[in-house]
């Protein structure tokens, strides 16, 4: 019975830890809207293109780096979802493009601890509840989207860079509305 309880608190450990570290890290609280200057964000969107989005000049993040200027300006732009995947952290990892630009939007989960702390966790949960309706019927390819959201400055990969992430690093995380407009 001694070993029972012992396998049992092992588990309870390892399902916490798997918990722990399924969510994001690097710059998370700046990606789910969660650190001290998100309340300075102006919310009301640019309309940009993918083209402009890639073509902005940016200093390169680590983790530890601050919110950015260009962190702080809501944009939308008009796109086509070539493909989505569910990361590790749980964010939908969307490639997003127009023409033959491309580069990143990621849908925030909702549940992940940082993302429930965020004011804008209602807007998370309803951004994911817009595209898990599309993903189930497997039609978000079919249409023309608006994305609006807030800029981020992913830090450089060591490596093989993101499937469809701009030369700047710099993508939509996270997406705050999606409109279907065809």
């Known amino acids: ?65 601050p919110r950015q200027p260009i962190e702080m300006k809501a944009v939308k732009l008009d796109c086509y979802i070539a493909e989505y995947k569910k990361e590790g952290d749980h964010d939908y990892h969307l490639i997003i493009f127009s023409g033959k630009d491309t580069m990143v939007a990621e849908i925030v989960d909702p549940d992940c601890p940082d993302a429930k702390k965020s004011q804008y966790n209602s807007t998370f949960r309803t951004v994911r509840d817009t595209f898990d309706v599309y993903k189930k019927q497997g039609k978000y390819k079919k249409h023309k989207w608006r994305i609006t959201g807030i800029p981020f400055i992913d830090v450089k990969h060591n490596g093989t860079r993101p499937e469809g992430q701009a030369p700047n690093e710099v993508e939509i995380h996270p997406v705050m509305k999606m409109e279907r407009l065809n």
């Open 1 to 65: 019975m001694k070993n029972l309880y012992i396998i049992l608190a092992v588990i309870g450990l390892w399902s916490f830890t798997l918990a722990d570290d399924s969510c994001g890290k690097q710059r998370w609280e700046i990606k789910t809207l969660s650190d001290k200057d998100a309340g300075k964000i102006r919310l009301k969107p640019k309309k940009t293109t993918i083209r402009k989005m890639r073509a902005l000049k940016v200093k390169p993040t680590k983790d530890d780096t």
